[in-house]
């Protein structure tokens, strides 16, 4: 069993960053691909970025690369995204996920949610 909590999320100007992390209950953390999702209002959640066990492997969907990255610290049972150069098209609800594999997660596809952090872009 696997508990994902969320936090970091707030309102920030169009240009600037915010660090989202999840934080991990249950010793099988590691083992899972961990990912990030968005739903903006009226929208279906999307696929952001997924992190393999390792640390190693990393995917994006095509809007955030180059300026979200993630990461995790597999000790400390956390994950992050790094948002830079956010957008008002990058306002949404925030969910971490784990996944059996980061193929299941690109597919949207996840054995655990955490709850979701709200994240507000203003022009």
């Known amino acids: 069993q696997v508990q994902l909590v969320e936090s970091g999320g707030g309102l920030v100007q169009a240009g600037g960053s915010l660090r989202l992390s999840c934080a991990a209950s249950g010793r099988i953390f590691s083992s899972y691909a961990m990912g990030w999702f968005r739903q903006a209002p009226g929208k279906e959640r999307e696929f952001v970025a997924v992190i393999g066990w390792s640390g190693i492997n990393t995917y994006y969907t095509d809007s955030v690369k180059g300026r979200f990255t993630i990461s995790r610290d597999n000790a400390r049972n956390t994950m992050y995204l790094r948002m830079n150069s956010l957008k008002p098209e990058d306002t949404a609800v925030y969910y971490c996920?784990?996944?059996?594999?980061?193929?299941?997660?690109?597919?949207?596809?996840?054995?655990?949610w955490g709850q979701g952090t709200q994240v507000t872009v203003s022009s």
């Open positions: 996920a784990a996944s059996k594999t980061t193929a299941q997660a690109m597919g949207g596809t996840a054995d655990y």
